[in-house]
Each structure stands twice: as C-alpha cells, then as structure tokens.
C-alpha cells in the first residue's frame, strides 16, 4: 500500500497542481502594505494572528524568505523527534507557519542569511515557483528585491527591525553560513537556547540528517512537488553566478546604509559572504 503523504505535503502538492494563473492580481494580496501569495496566506488569517495571545512558553522561528526556514524547522522538529522523553508529544506540523493555512492556528529563534545568496535564491524561486508571478530576468528582479517590491516586503526593513531586539535574552540570532560553517556547533548553540536535552550523539545525528544533501535526497517525500521549488543548490556564494560588479555595488552601499555600525551588521559577517 502507498505511504500515506503527511498532511502538509498533500496540502501544497495540491495548491501547486491547482494553480494555473501567472497573473499578478490573481496571486497576490496586499495586507498592511506588504504583498503576500492567495494561495498561502489570508486577510482572515492575518487577523488571527493579530488577535494571538502568545502562552509563555510558545517558540517562534523567524526568517525572511529563502534564508533557510525550511532547513531550521527539520533540525529543530529532529531534535524534539530524537529526545526519548518527549516521544508522547503529538508530532509538530511539518509546516507550522503562523501566516499560512487557516486562522485556527513565545523565545524567538531569528535566522539571517546574507542578502546577495537569499536575492539570488528568491528570484529562482518565483520564476520556478506556481503560486508566485514569472520576474523575468535578473536583471529585473534585482531592483524589485532592492526596493522591497516582492512578497514579505524588503529585506533590509525586516533586517533593520530585528537588529533593535539582539540583545534580548528571548531571541537568539544565528545565520545560515554559520549553520553551513558548522552544522553541528548550530545544532548545539539552538539545543542550549531552547533548553533541550540533547546528548552529543543526539546533536550529531541532528546535524547529519539536515545537511542539504539529506534534506534533498528525501525532499519529495517531505515537500512533495513543492521540493524542486525549494531545494536548489544550498550553498554560500550563489550571488556570484548573477551578480554583476555595478549590482553588487549597490548592494554594499545599501547595506552599508542600513547596517554599518551595528551588532547585527557584524554578526552577518557581510564582508567576508558578500564580496567579490
Ligand atoms: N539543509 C540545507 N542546507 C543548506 N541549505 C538549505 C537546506 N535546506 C534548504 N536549503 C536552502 O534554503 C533556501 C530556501 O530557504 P527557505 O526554506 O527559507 O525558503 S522559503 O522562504 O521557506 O520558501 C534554498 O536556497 P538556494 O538553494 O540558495 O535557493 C534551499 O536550497
């Protein structure tokens, strides 16, 4: 007998099998001046989670787009999976995100990943993506993704906001080079924050289930259809392929203009990820 598809796999398996339009207005919505999928997310969700009071022991993950979400829900639903004594606990949704599905559904875990590779892996993923509208080419995107004229509004803004809140004890800031550095000092750093018991045998089965060969070699049973919408290369230094000097430029004085100075600017490590 065929291996029932967990719910969220059938889920987005049918939302990409359904959608036809490559229309703007049919795929997206605005809501707070910010553009967001029809497919995915609803005013009517929006306003439940507005209306959310967060219990004390709640944990967010936090990400933009393309920096990694994905990759931060597999370790962390692993570690919960491999911790004897919470084996009772019902399973975690594969896809717990809080503006997605319908409105029935607080430390914070802030995951970053430089600009350059998540501008380079967000225009792939539109143009490769059913629910999302066609870019065109680099060249067309990269203004948009500077200006913030793509879904979850502008990168810079969401770097900007978070860089006010890196110093409380409740978030905990890590990057994707770092967890691509080291998966398993990431893996370790996430099990301190969230107090979990994990064993040193226990951090690294984590860390080796979730590298990116891992994750994609099983992806079409965990992402269905959605799977080679997500997984691409997974590496640091994409940007390269695509960029262009000018381009690259721009991006430098931008985030110079946003970041200089600051904590979170450092821990990004931009100089060393983000030039030529
Ligand atoms: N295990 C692992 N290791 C390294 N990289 C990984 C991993 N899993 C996913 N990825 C890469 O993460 C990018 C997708 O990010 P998100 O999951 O945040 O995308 S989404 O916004 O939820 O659609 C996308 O990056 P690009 O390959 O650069 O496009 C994925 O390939």
Redesign the pocket.
Request: proline share 3%; charged share 25%.
């Given at each position: 007998m065929a291996k029932k598809k967990p719910r969220f796999v059938e889920n987005i398996d049918n939302i990409l099998a359904t959608t036809q339009t490559k229309e703007n207005e049919e795929l997206l919505f605005t809501f707070r001046g910010v553009l967001y999928p029809k497919r995915l997310c609803s005013l009517e969700t929006f306003e439940a989670v507005a209306a959310m009071e967060a219990r004390k022991d709640d944990r967010l993950i936090v990400?933009y787009?393309?920096?990694?979400?994905?990759?931060m829900l597999?370790i962390v639903n692993d570690m919960i999976a491999v911790i004897p004594s919470y084996k009772d606990l019902p399973p975690l949704e594969n896809c717990p995100i809080l503006e997605f599905g319908p409105p029935t559904k607080l430390q914070m875990l802030v995951l970053f990943r430089n600009p350059k590779?998540a501008a380079?892996?967000y225009y792939?993923?539109y143009n490769k993506n059913p629910i999302l509208p066609d870019v065109g080419s680099w060249d067309d995107f990269f203004p948009k993704f500077m200006n913030g004229e793509v879904c979850w509004k502008s990168y810079f803004d969401y770097i900007l906001a978070w860089d006010k809140h890196v110093d409380e004890e409740n978030v905990m800031i890590i990057t994707?080079e770092e967890?691509?550095e080291n998966l398993h000092e990431g893996v370790k750093r996430i099990a301190e924050f969230y107090e979990l018991p994990l064993s040193d045998e226990m951090i690294k089965s984590v860390a080796e289930n979730?590298?990116?060969q891992a994750?994609?070699s099983k992806s079409e049973e965990t992402h269905g259809r959605f799977a080679p919408v997500?997984?691409?290369?997974?590496?640091v230094g994409?940007w390269k392929t695509l960029f262009t000097e000018a381009q690259s430029r721009e991006m430098d004085a931008k985030f110079e203009e946003c970041l200089a100075g600051t904590k979170l600017g450092a821990k990004l490590k931009y100089d060393q990820y983000c030039k030529f």
């Open positions: 990400a787009p393309k920096c990694g979400t994905n990759w597999k590779d380079v892996s792939h993923f994707y967890l691509k979730s590298t990116f994750m994609s997500l997984f691409r290369k997974g590496a994409d």
